[in-house]
């Protein structure tokens, strides 16, 4: 069982998706529906079969080396420039196929049912399978070349996603933004890869790390240097900050895409690359503090900004950036694979959440405003009870959720590791506390209440068994690590260990790992509490904070994700626009045109020489032949 | 010479009796339409090719054949393999054309299997006899196919400018291997190489001869200037004919040429290197620019064929292993692109004319946008764009180029590529941009061809494949090197 496993190529795992996006994509829209929804949801259910097989080979009889290699071909080899097409599975990326290929082929299923009513069913299925491919390719890939190439896949995929609906123009722009945004970021990066490889002269990941290892002292320039350009791509994909106004925006394209897309696999690609860099940020503790910083910053902002949406979907947007914050300051205090943990269960509760919502949105005949929402809990029980799963897990309510494994994690990372100080587990702290409550704010005002909206349809099986899955998971997730107090369980840690180290820690007490546990255990439900409180038995409270002049305000203010937007606008967008305005009639045009009027030139004298006549030809011939000897002989 | 010198030649003596028995079949077959007759050329084609697998093949290292004539490598399997390939997408092609233009397709496909047999000897050749004699075989063959739509005038003007130039060039290289046996002694390839060492380099004859025979191979790969017949011949041929001469008979004069000048004047490469630089640069800059304002469609692709032959010239000027396979590799990325691009040629009619105006592509993309965005990949490819094969061709040349020292002929063509970009765009802004002729009651339609839609499908898929996976055609080119003795 082990070797039939083991000898399956690992190829197959990006190779299926792809193919079932180049026949939805040549046929796709001849097919009956039945047929896209097979290839679509099939292709990736077979690459998530053909990734339990390679998991099991690869738990069964682990590779001496902790990395399978598979060389496929030799892409471009131009002098000592070499860029194979090569896979290679370890601990990290076998996580992280696990996770987009089951998440993915939930959240397919899913869509079956959820974009059943849409006229361009094929072309969502083939860009949805064009998105795993290329999400798998990232996460297999050798080189940093070939993570490059899926990274700008997935980017594409995500532009093309988003802008789906693209008859409303605010989608389409919505899908440029992201695109800009997160190029931003991707310019950063290639940047890093340049330098990487003018430094280490490969682009093979084990061997560009290994040689930075060697060679580069600890705190040197180019580690950092290399180590913040780095950094820069993942804020872009990653959204975090400064580059994180891209991902509510981001919230326009149909709401499966938000759950695989823009909340459980891309948007966890920058802390995919950082942990798959973590040799380069080992070596930059500057770089490091910049993490952790930009994390615990970033869950703070978008916690807030998560408290006072009312589109269902900016909420779990924000929470999304928020989360993934987290996830951040775990990479910043070289909790490395705390934040890859806390990636999977965040993976799982968010899609959930995410897909709940949108069964939500198509209840309602797609209405997004939770507050024409309300005591749905009746309406749509299934949906409910997942979604209550899914929030619990999200807020970290103790014991019980994936969530408080991970995120317990992090935090205590945060305060016990060498880089980690008391202030950073505060933020985290009280993050923990924000998240409670716009978690709960959620469920208590979509499920609780009044009814307010008309339910118009149930969603059937195809949308609930995911669903259900995804729940479980969400609850179950959590129990393949464990803290020492309860139960010590190490198995997700101890995957990991051959390719992420662990975290450095000096001032460990079992003690306080208690007691910072019950503290924000604490928090927690003191959070949920204050949801309870303020959403459903003093509705009052919150609407006269509102109403007061501070509140407003600050409302306006977190509404608007603190107003980032507006600060872009005006010192880039509005800068940048005038500027191109001005190069429109700007003479610097002058010498490119000239060129094209040489050129131009030049074709209408060449014109000439061709006149039809054999005569003109032949002398042509004879001159050239006499300009050949000529060169010949006097060389 | 024993009777077991004719068992590699086996593919060679059966493609001439299949040019034969095409002929003769053509007469009964050709009641029911040229495919019947096109179906069985295609079959002798497939079964040389297979012949060629069984014993055309060299067993280890070169083997020379009919008293050192002509050598069985795999330099020469790798041209003729290709050689096969690009007439029998040629042929597929022409199928549909030929009825509808009513004219016969058994002479056609003959001529083509005579040609394919000429175009083995030249890649085969050993000797400078049968080199040039493979050469005229081949010549003469695609003389009469330019000229094969015998009641149009420019069908006739093509072949008989093509002839009249093509004759006087062929006098001219017949008196540089006159002068290369004078100073020599030998027609023999490798004798003419050994002898060479010796020969004073100096040599006033010994220097024409060698620079009249790179007259005749600059002639045959249509490089400036000696291109001249060229955007006659490709606009006045029968369109398949312009797609199978635009690419088949090139990649095989660049066999001779790198035969000749990477092989057997390897020892010169002083005195010839810059001839080629000059060639190349010229070619390059001559080809992208007259391309720029062309109308016709084909005339843009005759002048942008004349501009390939300028990349593929760099590889020769780098002199090098590296240079040579990538010249290698060139032809067969070029041969998949250019034949598609004719392919959507051949298939586009516009009220009752062929589709060979520019404008006769305006809004393409709307009304067929599976051909629009199979044009797109050719286009693609033939300026150079990843991920298409075009792009893998030309980066292996400017890696050779670059490697072997001639950063301005590099730094040349990729500006050329640049310029080049302008004319493909404008047919793809054409499909894409413009809306069609709104007045015009019949805008241009693709027909409906099963058998020219099926080799431009192979032709994009090739376009992209190696693209993606150049590994194993790079290393088939990389195992013709062994042949000329360069490493």
Known sequence: ????????????????????????????????????????????????????????????????????EERLWSWIDVGSFEIGFNLAVDALSLVMIFVVTFVGFLIHVYSTEYMADDSAYSRFFACMNLFVAFMLMLVLADSLFLLYLGWEGVGLCSYLLIGFWYSDPANGAAARKAFIVTRVGDTAFAIALLLLYKHAGTLDIQAAMAWAADNWAVGSGIAVAVALLLLGGAVGKSAQLPLQVWLPDAMAGPTPVSALIHAATMVTAGVYLIARTHVVFELAPTAMTTVAAVGAATLLLAGCSALVQTDI????????????????????????SAAVFHLMTHAFFK??????????????????????????????????????????????????????????????????????SPWLWAAGAGGALLTAVYAFRLVFIVFFGDERGHVERRPGLLILVPLTVLAVLSVVGGFVETPSALGHVSFFFDLLDPVLPPAHATVAGHGTEVLLQTVVAAITLLGVGLAFFLYVRRPAIPAAVKASPLGAWLCGLWLSGWGFDTLYDRIFVRPFVAVAGLLRADPLDEISSSVARVIAAGNSALSRTQDGRVRTYAFGIGLGAVIAVAVVVLT | MSLADFVPFLPEIFLGCAGFIVLLAGIPLGRRGSRPVIALAVAALAATAVLIFLVGRPAAGPQLILGDMLVVDQFAVFFKLLVLAASALALVMAAGYLDRAQYSGGEFASLILFADLGMFIMASGANLASLYV?????????????????LEVKSNE??????????????ILLYGISLIYGTTGSLDLE???????????????????????????LFKVAAVPFHVWTPDAYEG??????????????????????????????????????????????????????????????????YSSIAHAGYALMGLVAGSDAGTWAVLMYMAVYAFMNLGAFGFVILLESRGYAGERIEDFAGLARRHPGAAAGMLIFMLGLAGIPPTAGFMGKLYLWAATVEAGYIWLAVISVLMSAVSLYYYFRLVVQMYLKEGDAEDESPAEMLSDRWAGAAIAVCAVMTLAIGLWPAPLVGWAKSGLSALGLV
């Open chain 2, 134 to 150: 493979g050469l005229e075989l081949m010549a003469l063959s695609v003389y009469v196919l330019v000229g094969y739509f015998k």
């Open chain 1, 1 to 68: 069982m082990i070797d039939v496993c083991r000898s399956l190529p690992i190829w197959l795992i990006p190779a299926l998706p792809a193919a079932g996006f180049v026949v939805l994509a040549l046929v796709g829209a001849r097919f009956p529906r039945r047929w896209v929804a097979i290839v679509g949801a099939g292709s990736v259910g077979a690459a998530a079969a053909a990734t339990l097989c390679t998991a099991i080979g690869f738990l069964g009889r682990p590779p001496e080396t902790g990395v399978i």
């Open chain 1, 351 to 420: 899609a959930l959440l995410f897909l709940g919502a949108g069964a939500v949105i198509i209840s309602l005949h797609h209405e997004q405003d939770i507050f024409k929402m309300g005591g749905l809990r009746r309406r749509l029980p299934g949906v409910f009870w997942t979604f209550l799963i899914g929030s619990a897990s999200l807020a970290a309510l103790p014991l019980v959720t994936a969530g408080f494994y991970s995120k317990d994690l992090i935090l205590w990372a945060a305060w016990s590791s060498d880089s980690g």
């Open chain 1, 313 to 336: 979907k900016r909420v779990l947007a924000y929470s999304t950036i928020s989360q993934i914050g987290y996830m951040f300051l775990g990479l910043g205090v070289g909790a490395w």
């Open chain 2, 158 to 171: 093509g072949a008989v400018k093509y002839f009249v130039l093509g004759a006087a060039s062929s006098a």
């Open chain 2, 191 to 217: 004798t003419i190489r050994v002898t060479l060492a010796e020969v004073p380099h100096q040599n006033f004859l010994l220097l024409l001869g060698i620079a009249l025979v790179a007259f005749g191979m």
């Open chain 2, 237 to 302: 041929a029968p369109t398949p004919v312009t797609a199978f001469i635009s690419v088949a008979p090139k990649a095989v004069a660049f066999a001779m040429f790198l035969r000749l000048f990477a092989g057997t004047f390897a020892g010169e490469v002083e005195h010839w290197r810059m001839l080629l630089w000059i060639a190349s640069a010229a070619t390059m800059i001559y080809g992208n620019v007259a391309a720029l304002t062309q109308i016709n469609v084909k005339r843009m692709l005759a």
